[in-house]
């Protein structure tokens, strides 16, 4: 059964007239069900054994697509390559600074930073983004 989540997202491209290939929707569940933040190669080296024919660039395509659609969104903090995080609530990262570990960071007392931004500074506001950076719990484990 299809997770309702990719089952929305289908309905979109199609509100979108934007073809639904098996590939697009591969990637689709992968990152709903993957409950991670992948990179483009990771993507690609999951679902090649399921499309031996596709391609890394269709991967980074379709990525780049969702993204300029919102259903995805580009996470870039300076390493060599980017992770994708499928946007279904609004959420923080909590990164970690030996292994790169993503992890969502539910907050809501931020949701009115924006409107706060506005009214304080008279700032107009597109978006905001936080990042916490420490040491995950599997690499504190790993130290003792």
Do not use: W
Not at 43 to 62: D, E, G, H, K
Not at 91 to 104: L, P, Q, S
Not at 108 to 113: E, F, S
């Amino acid at each position: 059964m299809t997770h309702p989540m990719v089952t929305d997202s289908i309905n979109k491209l199609r509100q979108s007239k934007i073809r639904l290939t098996p590939q697009r929707k591969a990637i689709l569940e992968y990152m709903v069900e993957s409950q991670s933040h992948p990179t483009a190669d990771e993507i690609y080296r999951a679902l090649s054994p399921q499309f031996p024919n596709m391609s890394a660039a269709t991967v980074y395509n379709n990525l780049h697509l969702f993204a300029k659609i919102g259903f995805v969104k580009e996470l870039t903090y300076g390493d060599a390559s980017s992770r994708y995080d499928f946007t279904n609530t609004h959420h923080y990262h909590a990164i970690c600074e030996k292994c790169g570990a993503v992890t969502d960071l539910y907050y809501p007392v931020l949701d009115d930073v924006e409107s706060v931004a506005e009214d304080l500074i008279g700032f107009e506001v597109t978006s905001h983004r936080m990042e916490v950076y420490g040491i995950c719990p599997d690499c504190q484990e790993l130290e003792k």
